[in-house]
């Protein structure tokens, strides 16, 4: 169907990275200590330096306390280290449990007809239902477990219409990380710039020039009407 998805992989060590929309990070905790500094601001261990805001050349000029602004805690008291907020922050994301959907088994017939044809038309190709997790020493909840994600976790051209002229790591312009579907019934805007709050639509734009979905959206277009509800049922009830 015209679809070969690429992982993203890290500068440093090769390895393949999996979390954010262009699978730029390798694990939670990159992910926490950079948006406590990109986002919120707040130097850390990982990025212990302040971004420039007036920006640069005048780099320094918020600059009016020591960093990192968040560390981890030598507590002399109990000879004890005490986490840095980025550390329990990127705990408290790996903990959070997988959404759960309205339905698995005995599901209604719509929602199972349109479970069918998201396989079927090749949805599934890329919105991979499930895998399972590695063995982990962290917690039996995370070691050896189905996760119910709907993702291949692998990055693909998306096209023009999608593209927004940003590189992450070995993702260009117009390459995303296939959207996880779980919990999509509870989300209100969708895609990487939340363009849409309307699932037909959200699916329509994944056709455009060079986008590797093109196939797969000829096949949605041609169903019926019925079916299109069918599909539609199905992802709500994720
Ligand atoms: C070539 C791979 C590919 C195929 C095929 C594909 N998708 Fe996607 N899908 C993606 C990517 C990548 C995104 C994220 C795009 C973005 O954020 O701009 C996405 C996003 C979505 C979203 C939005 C999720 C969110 O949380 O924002 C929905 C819904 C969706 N896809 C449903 C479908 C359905 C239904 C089909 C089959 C008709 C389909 N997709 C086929 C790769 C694919």
């Not at 699932?199 to 096949?219: K, Y």
């Amino acid at each position: 169907m015209g679809i070969a998805g690429v992982p993203n992989r890290s500068g440093n060590d090769g390895s393949i990275t999996r979390f954010g929309w262009k699978a730029q990070n390798k694990s939670l905790l990159i992910f926490s200590g950079e948006a406590y500094n990109v986002e919120m601001g707040i130097t850390n261990e990982l990025f212990p330096n302040e971004r420039g805001y007036p920006p640069n050349p005048i780099p320094t000029s918020c600059l009016v306390n020591p960093t990192p602004e968040d560390r981890t805690i030598f507590d002399a008291t109990r000879m004890d280290l005490v986490p840095s907020d980025v550390a329990a922050f990127a705990n408290f994301m790996r903990f959070l449990d997988q959404p759960i959907p309205a339905c698995t088994t005995n599901c209604s017939p719509p929602i199972q007809t349109g479970r069918m044809l998201f396989k079927a038309i090749g949805c599934a190709n890329c919105h991979t239902p499930s895998m399972t997790t590695d063995k982990s020493e962290m917690a039996d909840g995370l070691s050896q477990v189905p996760a119910n994600l709907f993702s291949d976790l692998a990055l693909h051209h998306m096209g023009g219409r999608l593209a927004d002229g940003i590189s992450q790591g070995n993702a260009g312009p117009d390459q995303f990380r296939t959207a996880p579907l779980w919990g999509l019934g509870q989300r209100v805007f969708f895609m990487h710039d939340g363009r849409s709050s309307n699932l037909i639509h959200a699916i329509q734009e994944h056709a455009g020039p060079g986008s590797e979905s093109n196939r797969v959206i000829e096949n949605f277009d041609q169903l019926s009407r019925q079916n299109k509800q069918n599909l539609i049922l199905f992802l709500r009830s994720l």
